[in-house]
C-alpha cells in the first residue's frame, strides 16, 4: 500500500510539474504574438501614411516633412520609439519610382565592448 500511495504522489507531482511548464510555453508564445501584432500594426500604419504622401507627391503637393532635391524626395514615417519607415521616391510629372521603402532603426548604435573573461585565477 505504501509503494503505491508513493508512486501516485510521484505521479501527481510530475503531472503538476509539466502543466506549469506548459502553461509557462503558452504564455511567452502569447506574449511574442502580441509583440508581433503590434510591430506588424505598426509597419502597417506607417505604410499607409507613407502611400498617402506619395499620393500627395503624384498630385503636385509638397507635404509637410517632405525634402525636396529636384525630382527627388524624401520623407519618414514613425512606426514605433525605435523604428521609422524611411522612403526616397523619384517623382518626374505622373510618373514615378520608388527607390527606398525601408524600415530603419532610430538613435544612436553604442557598441557594448565591455566583455569579462576568466583569466584562470580563483577568488
Not at 24 to 46: C, E, H, N, P
Not at 76 to 99: D, F, H, K, N
Request: contains cysteine.
Amino acid at each position: 500500500m505504501g509503494g503505491v500511495s508513493l508512486l501516485v504522489v510521484f505521479a501527481v507531482l510530475c503531472l503538476t510539474v509539466f502543466a506549469l511548464l506548459g502553461l509557462t510555453t503558452v504564455q511567452a508564445d502569447r506574449r511574442l504574438a502580441d509583440a508581433s501584432i503590434k510591430a506588424i500594426s505598426d509597419y502597417y500604419a506607417a505604410d499607409c501614411e507613407a502611400q498617402a504622401v506619395l499620393a500627395r507627391l503624384r498630385a503636385g503637393e509638397l507635404p509637410e516633412g517632405v525634402e525636396r532635391n529636384g525630382e527627388y524626395y524624401t520623407y519618414s514615417c514613425p512606426m514605433s520609439s525605435t523604428q521609422e519607415l524611411r522612403v526616397e521616391v523619384r517623382v518626374w510629372g505622373e510618373e514615378y519610382a520608388i527607390l527606398r521603402w525601408q524600415a530603419v532603426p532610430i538613435g544612436e548604435w553604442e557598441a557594448d565592448d565591455h566583455l569579462e573573461l576568466w583569466d584562470g585565477v580563483m577568488f
